[in-house]
Antibody, heavy 117, light 109 residues
Framework: QVTLRESGPALVKPTQTLTLTCTFS??????????VTWIRQPPGKALEWLAR???????YYSTSLKTRLTISKDTSKNQVVLTMTNMDPADTATYYC?????????WGQGTLVTVSS | EIVLTQSPGTLSLSPGERATLSCRAS???????LAWYQQKPGQAPRLLIY???SRATGIPDRFSGSGSVTDFTLTISRLEPEDFAVYYC??????????FGPGTKVDIK
């Protein structure tokens, strides 16, 4: 059974760095072709693709956010970590991690991050 | 970067009716790697269609996807009460970022 769970702070202050962890089970990120993606969704708005890490350590980032994002993995712990620097109130959103060999077939339930002083 | 446009923004239909949702890409989507997701309030998105026309595991056959290159369609043949939701398309074939469309809301007329 494939599951993913996002964890991290619910509240961060402007200019701080956000660190989110995706802990997963039921698959291995060392399997050829496997990848984990981070997606976010501001309240009432559309999905926004953020970053992806592949089984071979290739990483991909949103064009508009790539200077602020870092994605990494710990295969032994079945975890993927996303860091986002210089947080702003506009970054308030539900952050999802998802598994996919291409399209994302399994998603976590999401974690709401609010940016406020 | 590929930009996806979805139309209409909102589709108001009655249960039993047919829904046709459009997703248009600003450039060719390589290998027709286009996915459709359904999202209900308070829930994570659910994968419906991948590769433009392949149904994901457990998805009812009233959902079908079609199209190629830059023009894609999601069709729900007969709307069930549980189908009223927001639908997003996503391209994952061309160079990243693997963008999402802005969504189409299917609501009850």
């Amino acid at each position: 059974q494939v599951t993913l769970r996002e964890s991290g702070p619910a509240l961060v202050k402007p200019t701080q760095t956000l660190t989110l962890t995706c802990t997963f089970s039921g698959f291995s990120l060392s399997t050829t072709g496997m990848c984990v993606t981070w997606i976010r969704q501001p309240p009432g708005k559309a999905l926004e693709w953020l970053a992806r890490i592949d089984w071979d350590d290739d990483t991909y980032y949103s064009t508009s956010l790539k200077t602020r994002l870092t994605i990494s993995k710990d295969t032994s712990k079945n975890q993927v970590v996303l860091t986002m620097t210089n947080m702003d109130p506009a970054d308030t959103a539900t952050y999802y991690c998802a598994r996919g060999v291409g399209a994302s077939d399994y998603w976590g339930q999401g974690t709401l991050v609010t940016v406020s002083s | 970067e590929i930009v996806l446009t979805q139309s209409p923004g909102t589709l108001s239909l009655s249960p039993g009716e047919r829904a046709t949702l459009s997703c248009r890409a600003s450039q060719s989507v390589r290998n027709n790697y286009l996915a459709w997701y359904q999202q209900k309030p308070g829930q994570a998105p659910r994968l419906l269609i991948y590769g433009a026309s392949s149904r994901a595991t457990g998805i009812p056959d009233r959902f079908s996807g079609s199209g190629s290159v830059t023009d894609f369609t999601l069709t729900i043949s007969r709307l069930e009460p549980e189908d009223f939701a927001v639908y997003y398309c996503q391209q994952y074939g061309s160079s990243p970022p693997f963008t999402f469309g802005p969504g189409t809301k299917v609501d009850i007329k």
